[in-house]
């Protein structure tokens, strides 16, 4: 028996990076401020470990859009899998040539794309969507404030958040 409602604990659950960077700034305040020597020093360490955590914490949660949504996300060795209703693939992130986010879809999707094959559609609301964060966080270049604020906005057209750059030998031609 739980004695904590169901939406209380999905927004706990969805902010718990966020809380626990919270529980360590208080100790590290509480150590740095009210202690003297190698603890108060410690405190310090602490407060800085806490900032980044608070940080990483905040776009972690930014990036969850929910759940319930149609499929399942599995990420696995540098491989995105994408089992759907209707739909599904496999995606190699060393592959990955374009990643989109359409909003015209209910719900939103992210697309993405690999050279011969067709565009994988994932729900942002998928089981297992959040560990896209992490798997879209390897991409060299990715600009992950803007992949969040165009997660938030509203828009009627499909939103590139990122594209493979080109290799400077590719545009050399002999004529």
Known sequence: MSFMRPEARAALWRWREVLVGVATLAIGLWWALTTIGLLQWLGYVV???AAAI????LQRARFRAGSGGPGVVRVDEGQVAYFGPLTGGVVAMGDLSTLKLDPRSR???WLLSQPGQPELAIPLTAEGAE???DAFATLPGIRTEHMLAQ?????????????????AAS?????
């Open 107 to 109: 719900p939103a999707h």
């Open 151 to 167: 997660m938030r906005r509203p828009s009627d057209q499909v939103v590139v958040i990122w594209q493979k750059p080109q290799t």
């Open 47 to 49: 407060l800085v470990l």
């Open 54 to 57: 608070l940080a990483a914490g």
């Open 131 to 133: 560990a896209l964060f």
């Open 171 to 175: 545009h050399l031609r002999l004529h």
